[in-house]
């Protein structure tokens, strides 16, 4: 079974930034991919930016490219969710998963977002942007 555990989140002003932090044993692997998904009173779950392992690639959903960076530290085993510029659309509930990935296949643009990647949530923390 593998742990995620999550941290950072809070409250911040439009314009803002926050950083949230996903660790999981699993990042120690050579094969996964991770993933923030984000759910707002009212709203679908949506994904928001994925990291996979193999080739490093990332993927942003529409929203917050050029705003959102998601990386990850290796000798940490943590990956990172740095959200700039916040809007107040940006307000939920942020959740990292993760998954294995077979080598011989990996996520893709199209995806990428798809719940069949993520066997493994962490406890969700909140994000609110206000003034």
């Known amino acids: 079974q593998v742990q995620v555990v999550q941290s950072g989140g809070g409250s911040v002003q439009p314009g803002g930034s926050l950083r949230l932090s996903c660790a999981a044993s699993i990042f120690t692997k050579e094969f996964y991919v991770v993933t923030w998904f984000r759910k707002a009173p009212g709203k679908e779950r949506e994904g928001v930016s994925c990291?996979?392992?193999?080739?490093?690639?990332?993927y942003y959903t529409d929203s917050v490219k050029g705003r959102f960076t998601i990386s990850r530290d290796k000798a940490t085993s943590t990956v990172y969710l740095q959200m700039n510029s916040l809007k107040p659309e940006d307000t939920a509930i942020y959740y990292c998963?993760?998954?294995?990935?077979?080598?011989?296949?990996?996520?893709?643009?199209?995806?990428?977002?798809?719940?069949?990647?993520?066997?493994?949530w962490g406890q969700g923390t909140q994000v609110t942007v206000s003034a």
């Open positions: 998963a993760t998954g294995a990935l077979n080598p011989s296949a990996g996520v893709s643009e199209s995806t990428w977002s798809q719940r069949y990647w993520y066997d493994y």
């Open positions: 990291l996979s392992s193999s080739d490093g690639r990332t």
